[in-house]
């Protein structure tokens, strides 16, 4: 058993402007190194380049009360895949696909009701290439500035060899309790 630490420094950059229609855009960029810098220890994840783009829009102008819609793409570049492909059996890396650029899409629908002490919403998860989601809606109920209870439950699906479909026989609900102090 080799159990590791892999060290992970991360350099990026963000921006974010309200765009047309009242669109909060925004960006991000991000190199991800790691010790193996070539990419040939199958050990060791690989350097990869990250990128999310997105926006949130709040639909009290369509008359949808306190509703906001937020979508995001994020998508992950893997460098040295050729030496992925060279280690196939035991690289930590290793997509049987050999798709090697990662797209997720994520979308989030909130509400708020009660002076924003009651907040119902729905995520959706989605790894376009392996076609995976999870669908997770959730109601928080912020009881005082300090507590809140959260109802929520998170149903997967997708291949069992997919980053999220792995868990598709393991939805589950749940209730939280936090307290801040």
Do not use: C
């Amino acid at each position: 058993l080799d159990v590791h630490y892999d060290e992970l420094d991360v350099f990026g950059v963000e921006a974010s402007k309200v765009v047309f229609g009242g669109i909060n855009g925004r960006f991000e960029t991000a190199y991800y190194l790691t010790k193996d810098v070539k990419g040939t220890d199958p050990n060791v994840k690989n350097n990869r380049i990250g990128t999310l783009i997105g926006g949130d829009r709040g639909l009290s102008d369509f008359g949808l009360g306190n509703l906001n819609l937020n979508m995001q793409l994020k998508t992950i570049f893997m460098l040295g895949k050729d030496d992925i492909k060279k280690n196939q059996m035991i690289d930590n890396d290793y997509n049987e696909n050999s798709a090697y650029i990662k797209n997720t899409a994520i979308i989030k629908l909130e509400d708020k009701f009660r002076s924003d002490t009651i907040i119902p919403s729905v995520k959706f998860i989605w790894n376009i290439e392996d076609q995976d989601y999870a669908i997770m809606p959730a109601l928080d109920y912020i009881y005082k500035d300090n507590t809140t209870l959260t109802l929520g439950y998170n149903i997967y699906d997708g291949k069992e060899s997919t980053q999220i479909g792995q868990f598709r026989k393991n939805d589950y609900g749940y209730i939280k309790i936090q307290y801040n102090f």
